[in-house]
């Protein structure tokens, strides 16, 4: 699909919904109002108070005319008449415009009875408010049971929007209040917004104030997967256990159009101990005629106070199960997600081993990569003096690929690496050294056993001059910052021997310039007799806070490099690529980019830019990676995505991921929201292309109403976790 299309249908689809009206409500500045004026402070003992125009009293009852005001420490009244008849239930009766403030609560009735001897309160055609403004809400009839700490209503209503705002309503023919559960339970309750009814149940209840059982926010969501060419229907209703403190778990049904009825479950798990997450889903797929599931497990669990399991494991019916049914957004696209499972026992801070299980579930349009079944490991380290520390790393890893047919070496490698340093830190600077010694050896499935040793070694130094700079603000400072390094590698053939299980080049990065290998991974030592040199500058404020950095640097080699990722190769190159960092801070922006320059023409290389500019109501978040400039393997690719507040409740938001190179929209997602004080929708429409050329796309709706819960992730969540901001 052409961008220009896709750009097309994305304005029709926001143009479509800007039509929809204004009387969904103003999002102005929330406001709410009382119920009444409530009394600033009720006295903090001592005894009842009461004031009136008539009394009329006998040994039997007592009767106060109004206006009739009522003051005690736990609470006040008002009313146009009260009685007090003592025999035979000691009851209290007030009749007439009633309001009655409590600390936690106010009440307005025509007429409210409370019996001391049954602690009893009833009440009718009554309205009420939470002093927090929570909650508000009305009823027909009331009995408020004070031993039981429960209250039961008659035709009731309950909202957390405010007064005079009825944007979302659930009415229940009977709704029971629990305070010493804290949950709220009606039966026959349906919920209206705007005076239209969406959705009825025989029987619901949630939290008031803390986690609680019960049903969440249902799940509505539109989409097409890759191997449909219709669009399919999704209801997802989950209801949430709150097992424990520690543990819960929800339960989510989904009702999916042609293809039948999935049960997902999600149980969380969090103690001093650990933490973990398993999740499981099963569906008897109609649309297939067969049976699907899915199960995954993430968490990390101190089996003793030095022995740590963690795992992050998956599993799946098909290779097409993440992008035939939307439950992980995160997968839909993937070709395969790494698995591990690891054993590491850490009795002090200095000494650490471990065993662990690397692979892949392996999903859509899958390659092949190296597993390690299994690694083994030892870490060790010491400060010799406060400048001066070694550390050693031992490990033994089986390399295999579960493919037949690959034609790739397989089999074990075991690592010698220790490494000791030091680092002195001046006021002028610092300056420090490091030796490295790297040992390798195989057994490989074929009978071959290469090895080799390579030592490495390096020796750097810094300065730092600083200056007031006043002509960027009161005791701000500019730095200017020289760092050289001299490495030494040697060149060791022996290497050559050994297979490439995980060594490649460098992605892009100025620390690049001054690693001591060339290479990444532990099959490759590049040999080097390099000077690397560096000067930064950097804006620091009255408080050091970096606002500013830029630096450039380029590696000067002294002999030439013969070790290649692949074999020998003679580069008598003299110098690097120049590598330029650019870096600026402030309250609104912050942008970070890396580039690489030709070192004959300075022609552009390499580059990486990342942004994040924000202000009051919007945000813009971005990411660009231009590599190979120039060359058959060039390639763009932006990724990239804002969210705006268009006033009066509304918000517009989109994020792109762009192949630049193909012209072409890998993903895109955009959400069109409105927000009052009490609730919150949103619709957003989202669409992958699929490495193998198929579309996935959805429409989800999600609803959150304030104090009742949420159905969905909002927009602006999904795009700071896209761009990892």
């Known amino acids: 699909m052409q961008l220009a299309v896709i750009l097309r249908r994305t304005a029709l689809f926001f143009i479509a919904f800007l039509w929809l009206p204004a009387a969904t409500g103003a999002a102005e500045r929330c406001h709410f109002p009382w119920l009444f004026p409530p009394a600033e402070k009720l006295p903090a003992s001592g005894p009842t108070q009461a004031w009136g125009v008539h009394l009329h009293a006998d040994a039997r009852k007592a009767v106060l005319e109004g206006p009739v005001e009522l003051l005690h420490s736990k609470g006040r009244l008002h009313a146009d008449r009260a009685e007090w008849i003592r025999l035979p239930h000691q009851l209290f009766r007030a009749v007439g415009h009633v309001t009655l403030e409590t600390p936690k609560l106010l009440l307005q009735a025509q007429e409210l009875t ?25 009823a027909t009839q009331l009995r408020d049971e004070r031993t039981r700490g429960q209250a039961h209503m008659q035709e009731a209503a309950i909202t957390s929007c405010p007064l005079g705002r009825d944007d979302w309503l659930l009415h229940a023919k009977r709704l029971r209040l629990d305070r010493k559960k804290q949950r709220i339970y009606a039966h026959h309750a349906w919920l209206t917004i705007h005076d239209v009814p969406v959705l009825y149940t025989p029987y619901i209840s949630y939290p008031t104030s803390r986690r609680g ?37 929800t339960l989510t049904f989904y009702q999916m159009q042609d293809r039948g009825t999935l049960l997902d479950n999600e149980f969380r798990l969090l103690t001093r101990h650990g933490r973990g997450t398993l999740l499981g889903g099963f569906i008897q797929d109609e649309a297939l005629g ?22 992050d494991w998956a599993d799946v019916s098909d290779k097409d199960f993440f992008a035939d049914l939307p439950l992980d957004p995160n997968l839909k696209t993937e ?36 597993e390690r079944r299994p690694e083994v490991g030892l870490h060790w380290t010491r400060r010799l003096t406060d400048a001066v520390d070694t550390h050693l790393n031992i490990s033994g890893t089986d390399f295999e690929i579960p493919i037949a047919g690959h034609g790739k070496p397989e089999g074990w490698r075991y690592v010698f690496h220790p490494t000791l340093g030091g680092q002195w830190e001046e006021e002028w600077g610092s300056y420090g050294f490091k030796a490295q010694l790297k040992g390798n050896r195989y057994s490989l499935n074929d009978g071959r056993t290469p090895a080799f040793w390579v030592p490495l070694a390096e020796v750097h130094g810094q300065l730092v001059f600083e200056r007031l700079a006043p002509e960027w603000g009161k005791g701000w400072k500019q730095t200017l910052e020289p760092r050289v390094q001299f490495s030494w590698v040697p060149r ?81 190159t003299p110098a690097s690529d120049y590598f330029v960092l650019g870096r600026l801070s402030s309250h609104h922006l912050f942008l970070d980019t890396t580039a690489q320059f030709h070192r004959r023409d300075i022609s552009l290389d390499n580059l990486i830019t990342r942004w994040r500019l924000h202000g009051s109501g919007w945000r813009w978040l971005g990411q660009l990676k231009w590599e190979n400039v120039g060359s058959d393997s060039e390639s763009q690719s932006l990724l990239t995505g804002a969210h705006i507040q268009l006033g009066r409740g509304w918000s517009l938001g989109t994020f792109w991921e762009v192949n630049l190179t193909e012209n072409r929209a890998v993903e895109q997602l955009h959400g069109l929201g409105y927000e009052s004080c009490c609730w919150r929708g949103e619709i957003q429409v989202d669409e992958t292309r699929l490495d193998d050329g198929r579309y996935n796309y959805a429409i989800r709706f999600v609803l959150t109403l304030k104090g009742i819960g949420s159905g969905g992730r909002r927009f602006d969540q999904q795009l700071k976790d896209k761009l990892n901001f």
């Open 213 to 249: 059982s019960g049903f969440l926010m249902p799940r509505l969501e539109s989409y097409k997967s890759p191997n449909r060419t219709d669009t399919s229907w999704l209801v997802g209703i989950p209801y949430y256990f709150n097992l424990a403190p520690d543990y819960d778990d």
């Open 290 to 311: 067969r049976d699907r599931w899915r199960w995954q497990f993430n968490g990390s669990y101190h089996l003793t106070p030095t022995l740590t399991a963690s795992a």
């Open 335 to 370: 070709t395969h997600r790494k698995r591990t499972l690891k054993l590491e026992w850490k009795p002090s801070p200095d000494f650490s081993t471990w065993v662990a299980h690397e692979d892949w579930l392996l999903l859509r349009n899958h390659g092949y990569d190296y």
């Open 492 to 572: 060791v053939d022996d290497q050559l021997a050994a297979p490439k299980f995980d060594s490649s080049t460098r992605s892009l990065s100025f620390d690049n310039l001054f690693v001591l290998n060339r290479f990444s991974g532990s099959d490759r030592v590049g040999d080097t007799q390099r000077l690397s040199m560096a000067l930064t500058s950097r804006l620091l404020t009255e408080k050091g806070k970096e606002r500013l950095r830029f630096a450039v640097g380029q590696a000067f080699w002294l002999l030439p490099r013969y070790i290649g990722l692949d074999g020998l190769s003679k580069d008598t």
């Open 114 to 138: 409370y019996s001391r001897y049954e602690k009893v309160m009833t009440g009718r055609n009554l309205r009420f408010q939470t002093r927090d403004r929570r909650y508000r809400g009305q």
